[in-house]
């Protein structure tokens, strides 16, 4: 098993450019999450999703869009990326109901110019 | 106040010592522990797990939980390089609740 992976590993954005950010896991989890991760802030949720076709909003969902079209992945949108943005992203998923045990890809480092 | 709190560091200790890890946090609510461990440039990945107060152990790790104090320690004995990295807690109020992780801790086990 692969478990969760994120596609790309790194990018470098221009202010305004958008992209979207891919997250793919394997083990069947029903919950998936977003989050970004800066210095001195710690881990914070951007959107989480409780099953295929639903999405929700967490502690800063500002400036991002996702969308789970499958039950395996998760996809994180910018429609308009700002240097605030600058983060580096992980995504996440766990079981139904154990959501404490959450799984996480290794990351994707987005630079906003 | 934050709802949960952890110092940063860096803490560096040599190999061999005793290290202790804690985060304090607000909400009496909170009923699940977790530590995760995250290396350099890699995701989070869980370390222990703990429900209410009480003692957990795990090779060399070792979860405590105070709720009366609403204090959470982990513990690495005989702590080795490969220790070396940021140790996130995280809590919440019900299984199927949204996490709450502290900023990490980074820890340098030196040689």
């Known amino acids: 098993n692969a478990g969760v992976t994120q596609t790309p590993k790194f990018r470098v954005l221009k202010t305004g450019q958008s992209m979207t950010l891919l997250c793919a896991q394997d083990?069947?989890?029903?919950?998936m999450y977003w989050y970004r991760q800066d210095p001195g802030m710690g881990l914070r949720l951007i959107h989480y999703?409780?099953?295929?076709?639903?999405?929700a909003k967490g502690e800063v969902p500002d400036g991002y869009n996702v969308s789970r079209l499958k039950k395996q992945n998760f996809l994180l949108g910018l429609e308009s990326a700002a240097p605030s943005q600058t983060s580096v992203y992980f995504c996440?998923?766990?079981?139904?109901?154990?959501?404490?045990?959450?799984?996480f890809g290794p990351g994707t480092r987005l630079t906003v110019t | 106040q934050k709802e949960v709190e952890q110092d940063p560091g860096p803490l560096s200790v040599p190999e061999g010592a005793i290290v202790s890890l804690n985060c304090t946090y607000s909400?009496?609510?909170?009923?699940?522990f977790m530590w995760y461990r995250q290396y350099s440039r890699k995701g989070p990945e869980l370390l222990m797990y703990?429900?209410?107060?009480g003692n957990k152990e795990d090779g060399r790790f070792t979860a405590q939980v105070d709720k009366s104090s609403k204090y959470i320690s982990l513990f690495i004995r005989d702590s080795q390089p490969s220790d070396s990295a940021t140790y996130l807690c995280?809590?919440?109020?019900?299984?199927?609740?949204?996490?709450?992780f502290g900023k990490g801790t980074r820890l340098h086990i030196l040689p």
């Open positions: 996440a998923s766990s079981y139904v109901s154990g959501s404490n045990e959450q799984y």
């Open positions: 083990m069947n989890h029903e919950y």
């Open positions: 999703s409780v099953g295929e076709g639903t999405t």
């Open positions: 909400n009496s609510a909170f009923q699940y």
């Open positions: 703990t429900y209410s107060s």
């Open positions: 995280a809590m919440s109020a019900d299984r199927d609740d949204k996490i709450i």
